[in-house]
Each structure stands twice: as C-alpha cells, then as structure tokens.
C-alpha cells in the first residue's frame, strides 16, 4: 500500500451506549478488557502506517492517556487534532487533515471496525482517479443504515436514508480521500461530512465504491457492542 496517513474520528459521545459505558469517549469502549480504540490499532498494524491522526474532543484526555500506555505495542507515531468545540465529522475530518502529508489519506470511524484489504483499496483508489474511495459492505434485512447506490461503472450514484431494505450495499465508515482541501472550502465550521461532502460528491459520480467481505461491526448500541465483544475475543488480526 502507498504511504498513508491515516485519520480515526474518536470524539464520539456514545450516547446510545451510556446504558452499558458511562463516562468514557466511545472509542475507548471496553471490549474484553480492552478499548475497542486497540482493535482497530490492532487492525492498522498490518499495514504500511506511519501516522495516526486521532480527531479527539469529549474526554480527550482520557484517550491520550491511554494511548500514551500502549506506545510501545504499535509502530506508527499518533497525533492529536483536538476540537475545542464539536466540529461534526466533516469539521473534524478538516482538522485532522491539517496534521496530514501524504498524499491520500484514510479515515476510519472509531466506533467501528470492517475489516476491509487495505491494500485491494488502495489499489481500486488509485486506480479509479476519483477523489473519494468509500469501501461498501453488503448486508440483508437492514434499518439501522443508510443504503449504498452503484452505477454500472462501480461508482456511487448516490448515498440514501436509513429505511429497511431487503438487501444492499452500506458505506463501512472505511474511506480514502485526496489530501485536497477544496472540498471543504466554504463549508460552516461545524458540518456533516457525510452530507455535506460524500453526497454531492456521489451526485457528480466522484466517489469510488470499493465492495469488500470482511467482518464488519458497529458499536454504536449496545446489542452490537455486546456482539463486538463476543466476536473479537478471539479475533484473528
């Protein structure tokens, strides 16, 4: 895989999982013992990272704290792109972006892990010349997300509301960009880089679908951190 920075947005509240983790940033959930923040350090270690920039604000201190325990265990160095105030993810996906050099870099969500090839990524993102690679997971009998459209070409058509399908594609919170700031010119302080950046991008076929298999699972309630914690227990990384 290309040199590449990677970013994890982790200043999520969690507070749909306050019922089952209290007084911790969502990133830093337990998950047998261990932040679900260590799986996904766990999971970027196989590959060709030299930096992680963490998009931190609620507790940060807490995930630096942590982070400053498990130096040693992972080769990549970690920054911190700390919001003052809630910037929402496309404000924090700008700040972070700021701490970065390569030429592309990776975005992550904190409270999820999909276990997409990075390298199979890496390769379809560059190879399609789009601004944006999103990596897609196909699901069956699904609500909680919004649905994924493909063109013929594999490009996104576009991004839809959460509404029940019988099947299709869902965006994995797995995405490669073009360190170009552009996209955000005139955007607000605080915006959606999901709305705001993702769905006009899909609107003009500049996003880059890449469908990938692997396990994928999502924290933010607690039946699936409860799943989490069964499934990773033994997890092969």
Not at 103 to 115: E, K, R, W
Not at 161 to 189: A, Q, S, T
Not at 204 to 219: A, E, H, K, T
Request: proline share 4%; with cysteine.
């Amino acid at each position: 895989m290309n040199k590449m920075d990677v970013i994890i947005l982790a200043g999520g509240l969690g507070t749909r999982l306050r019922s089952v983790v209290s007084d911790l940033p969502k990133c830093l959930a337990p998950v047998n013992d261990r932040p679900f923040l260590y799986y996904l350090f766990k999971y970027l270690k196989r590959y060709n990272i030299d930096r992680v920039i963490l998009s931190v604000g609620y507790l940060h201190e807490q995930v630096q704290k942590w982070v400053s325990s498990v130096r040693s265990l992972f080769p990549f160095e970690v920054l911190y792109a700390v919001e003052k105030t809630p910037l929402g993810t496309g404000g924090g996906v700008r700040l972070a972006m700021s701490y970065a050099d390569t030429d592309d870099v990776l975005i992550l969500n904190g409270d999820t892990f999909f276990d997409v090839d990075l390298l199979k990524m890496s390769r379809s993102h560059l190879s399609s010349g789009k601004p944006v690679t999103v990596a897609l997971k196909y699901l069956e009998n699904f609500d909680r997300y919004g649905s994924v459209e493909l063109d013929g070409n594999g490009m996104v058509a576009a991004f839809h509301e959460k509404h029940y399908c019988d099947n299709g594609f869902i965006n994995g919170g797995v995405c490669m960009i073009k360190r170009d700031l552009e996209m955000f010119n005139g955007m607000p302080d605080k915006f959606s880089f999901e709305t705001m950046v993702l769905e006009p991008y899909a609107a003009s076929l500049r996003v880059n679908g890449f469908v990938n298999d692997g396990y994928f699972i999502d924290i933010g309630i607690p039946e699936d951190y409860e799943k989490a914690c069964m499934d990773l227990k033994d997890y092969k990384f």
